[in-house]
């Protein structure tokens, strides 16, 4: 059974894939790959290769979506399935970069906690009844994973390649996913996906933000079993 590789997001951790690997661990093996120790996206994607097995297949949302597509570009044949869920594939205009910069600096002095209350989080997830307890659980990621991860992984996204020409020669079975209501990766960046990997599946996850893994498992859960043929 080929290996599942997975790659969480920002500020996150294992505990972001917490009901898929409850419903796959019993029939794949799985690889969480942090992304957590490098400053650059290329760093990133060296160290999941040089610790992953030989071929798997590969899921990443978020920054670990535009992790999963550096590693795609280096090493496309290491990758026998590809699953991108809310994410970009392009590089981080201009605006963006610059808001980094107070975020970093006030998470360097201590304010970590209030950056991922009041700027981030509460603009990732849909309204739903299960919004307070993702929310708790992705401070209790943050919070574990500290201000020098924030800083890291901050630059690492500043500084990201613009991968539009790599998921051209994409020719693996390829899910592109997103929860309905994510505006931090909208529908536009998504439909670009489907189009630039020719035979992807587009999936949209109702009563979701940016977190459908957390959001809504058993619809995430689904269309994984599907794109790695467990059904």
Same mark, same amino acid.
């Given at each position: 059974?080929?290996?599942l590789?997975?790659?969480?997001?920002?500020?996150?951790?294992?505990?972001?894939?917490?009901?898929?690997i409850a419903a $796959?661990?019993?029939r794949?093996?799985?690889?969480?790959?942090?992304?957590?120790?490098?400053?650059?996206v @290329?760093?990133?994607?060296a160290?999941?290769?040089e610790q992953?097995p030989?071929? $798997?297949a590969l899921? =990443?949302l978020s920054?670990?979506?535009?992790v999963a597509?550096?590693?795609?570009?280096r090493?496309p044949h290491?990758?026998?399935r590809l699953?991108?869920?809310?994410?970009?594939?392009?590089a981080e205009?201009?605006?963006?970069? !610059?808001?980094?910069?107070? !975020?970093i600096a006030?998470v360097? /002095? =201590? =304010?970590?906690?209030?950056?991922?209350?009041d700027?981030l989080?509460?603009?990732?997830? /849909?309204?739903?009844?299960r919004?307070?307890d993702?929310?708790?659980?992705?401070?209790?990621?943050?919070?574990?994973?500290g201000?020098?991860?924030f800083?890291? !992984?901050?630059?690492?996204?500043?500084?990201?390649p613009? !991968?539009? @020409?790599?998921?051209?020669?994409?020719?693996?079975?390829?899910l592109?996913?997103?929860?309905e209501?994510?505006?931090?990766?909208?529908?536009d960046?998504?439909?670009?996906?489907?189009?630039?990997?020719s =035979?992807?599946?587009l @999936?949209i996850? @109702?009563?979701?933000?940016?977190?459908?893994t957390?959001?809504?498992?058993d619809?995430v859960n689904?269309?994984?079993m599907?794109?790695?043929?467990?059904?």
């Amino acid at each position: 059974m080929t290996p599942l590789v997975l790659l969480p997001g920002m500020m996150c951790d294992a505990r972001l894939y917490g009901p898929q690997i409850a419903a $796959f661990s019993g029939r794949l093996p799985i690889h969480l790959a942090p992304i957590t120790e490098h400053g650059t996206v @290329e760093l990133l994607a060296a160290d999941v290769l040089e610790q992953a097995p030989p071929r $798997f297949a590969l899921a =990443g949302l978020s920054m670990g979506g535009i992790v999963a597509m550096e590693i795609l570009r280096r090493s496309p044949h290491r990758v026998e399935r590809l699953a991108l869920l809310d994410t970009n594939p392009r590089a981080e205009i201009e605006a963006v970069k !610059q808001n980094r910069e107070p !975020q970093i600096a006030k998470v360097q /002095a =201590g =304010g970590l906690k209030e950056i991922m209350r009041d700027e981030l989080k509460p603009n990732y997830l /849909a309204d739903s009844p299960r919004r307070q307890d993702v929310l708790d659980l992705c401070m209790d990621m943050a919070l574990d994973l500290g201000p020098d991860v924030f800083e890291r !992984q901050s630059r690492a996204l500043q500084s990201r390649p613009d !991968q539009q @020409e790599t998921l051209k020669s994409v020719a693996v079975p390829t899910l592109i996913l997103m929860g309905e209501e994510d505006r931090l990766c909208p529908r536009d960046r998504h439909d670009l996906m489907h189009e630039l990997i020719s =035979g992807s599946t587009l @999936e949209i996850v @109702e009563s979701a933000g940016h977190l459908p893994t957390l959001e809504q498992p058993d619809a995430v859960n689904s269309a994984l079993m599907t794109w790695l043929d467990l059904t």
